[in-house]
C-alpha cells in the first residue's frame, strides 16, 4: 500500500488532537477564570526501520496561558478576583493542593467554603468552615470577617484567610481535575503580596475570535489531509485494475 497513506492518516490523526484544545477553549470561553490551553504542532522522529530524516507534526500541549481575563463587578460578597498573577490554593478531588483563579465562591449548608466546581478552600489552616453570620467580607488580602446574627458592623471578626499563592507558573500544569498542580506535586508557599478584589469575577481569557479562526484553519487541514487519503486509495485501486487487465 502506498505510504502516503499513513503520512496522511498521522496528519488526520494530528489535527483532530489540535482541534480537541479549541473545542475545550471554546467550550470554556465563558468559564470563571479559566486559563486558554495551548498546544502547537512539534517534529518528532519516526520510530522504527527507515532515514532519519523522517519526521511526524505532532500536537501537543505546551501549557495554559496564564494571562489576566478581564474583571467584572458582581457586587456578591464571596465573589473574589485575583489581582494581577496569583492563584486561590483549594482541596482537589485527590486530597492534593491546586489552584484556581476562579473566585465564585460558595458557601454549603454546613459553613464549608468551596469554589463553584465544590472544592473545598484552604485558609491557614486547612478547609475553611465559616459559622452562620448576617455578614461575609473578605478582604483585599484575602482575609475572612464576619458580623454575627443579631450585631452590628461595629462586632466585625476576622476568622481565617484565603490561602493565596503566586508560584512561577513554568512550574504550573493543568491537572484532570480542571485545577493547576506544582509540577511534581508539592504545595505552594503562600505569597502574601497577592491580593485580591471583592465583589468582582475574573473572566474566562479565552479570545473567542482566535480560537475560531484557528478551529477553521485546522478543519481545512483535516479535509486535505483526508483529500490525501481518497487520493492515496484511488491510486492502489487503478494500480489493481492495471496489474488485473494483464
Same mark, same amino acid.
Given at each position: 500500500?502506498?505510504?502516503?497513506?499513513?503520512?496522511?492518516?498521522?496528519?488526520?490523526?494530528?489535527?483532530?488532537?489540535?482541534?480537541?484544545?479549541?473545542?475545550?477553549?471554546?467550550?470554556?470561553?465563558?468559564?470563571?477564570?479559566?486559563?486558554?490551553?495551548?498546544?502547537?504542532?512539534?517534529?518528532?522522529?519516526?520510530?522504527?526501520?527507515?532515514?532519519?530524516?523522517?519526521?511526524?507534526?505532532?500536537?501537543?500541549? %505546551? =501549557?495554559? $496561558?496564564? #494571562?489576566?481575563?478581564? &474583571?467584572?463587578?458582581?457586587?456578591?460578597?464571596?465573589? *473574589? @478576583?485575583?489581582?494581577?498573577?496569583?492563584?486561590?490554593?483549594?482541596?482537589?478531588?485527590?486530597?492534593?493542593?491546586?489552584?484556581?483563579?476562579?473566585?465564585?465562591?460558595?458557601?454549603?449548608?454546613?459553613?464549608?467554603?468551596?469554589?463553584?466546581?465544590?472544592?473545598?478552600?484552604?485558609?491557614?489552616?486547612?478547609?475553611?468552615?465559616?459559622?452562620?453570620?448576617?455578614?461575609?467580607? %473578605? =478582604?483585599? $488580602?484575602? #482575609?475572612?470577617?464576619? &458580623?454575627?446574627?443579631?450585631?452590628?458592623?461595629?462586632? *466585625? @471578626?476576622?476568622?481565617?484567610?484565603?490561602?493565596?499563592?503566586?508560584?512561577?507558573?513554568?512550574?504550573?500544569?493543568?491537572?484532570?481535575?480542571?485545577?493547576?498542580?506544582?509540577?511534581?506535586?508539592?504545595?505552594?508557599?503562600?505569597?502574601?503580596?497577592?491580593?485580591?478584589?471583592?465583589?468582582?469575577?475574573?473572566?474566562?481569557?479565552?479570545?473567542?475570535?482566535?480560537?475560531?479562526?484557528?478551529?477553521?484553519?485546522?478543519?481545512?487541514?483535516?479535509?486535505?489531509?483526508?483529500?490525501?487519503?481518497?487520493?492515496?486509495?484511488?491510486?492502489?485501486?487503478?494500480?489493481?485494475?492495471?496489474?488485473?487487465?494483464?
Amino acid at each position: 500500500m502506498d505510504r502516503s497513506l499513513y503520512v496522511a492518516m498521522t496528519g488526520a490523526t494530528q489535527v483532530m488532537r489540535a482541534q480537541e484544545a479549541v473545542s475545550h477553549n471554546l467550550a470554556n470561553a465563558s468559564t470563571v477564570g479559566f486559563k486558554s490551553e495551548l498546544s502547537a504542532f512539534q517534529s518528532l522522529p519516526v520510530l522504527g526501520q527507515g532515514e532519519a530524516t523522517r519526521i511526524n507534526a505532532v500536537a501537543r500541549g %505546551i =501549557g495554559a $496561558d496564564t #494571562t489576566q481575563g478581564s &474583571v467584572t463587578s458582581t457586587g456578591r460578597s464571596l465573589d *473574589v @478576583a485575583v489581582q494581577g498573577s496569583g492563584w486561590i490554593a483549594v482541596q482537589a478531588p485527590d486530597g492534593s493542593e491546586g489552584y484556581t483563579r476562579a473566585g465564585d465562591l460558595q458557601l454549603t449548608a454546613d459553613g464549608l467554603l468551596t469554589d463553584a466546581s465544590g472544592h473545598p478552600v484552604i485558609g491557614n489552616g486547612g478547609p475553611i468552615n465559616l459559622p452562620a453570620s448576617a455578614q461575609l467580607l %473578605i =478582604g483585599e $488580602d484575602g #482575609t475572612i470577617s464576619t &458580623v454575627p446574627i443579631g450585631e452590628g458592623p461595629s462586632t *466585625v @471578626a476576622a476568622l481565617d484567610r484565603l490561602r493565596l499563592v503566586n508560584p512561577d507558573p513554568s512550574q504550573l500544569v493543568q491537572g484532570g481535575d480542571g485545577l493547576m498542580h506544582l509540577v511534581g506535586g508539592g504545595n505552594a508557599a503562600p505569597d502574601t503580596t497577592v491580593r485580591v478584589t471583592s465583589g468582582a469575577l475574573e473572566n474566562s481569557n479565552v479570545n473567542a475570535s482566535s480560537e475560531l479562526v484557528k478551529m477553521i484553519a485546522l478543519s481545512r487541514q483535516y479535509d486535505m489531509q483526508i483529500k490525501s487519503i481518497k487520493a492515496s486509495e484511488d491510486n492502489a485501486a487503478s494500480a489493481s485494475k492495471l496489474l488485473q487487465s494483464n
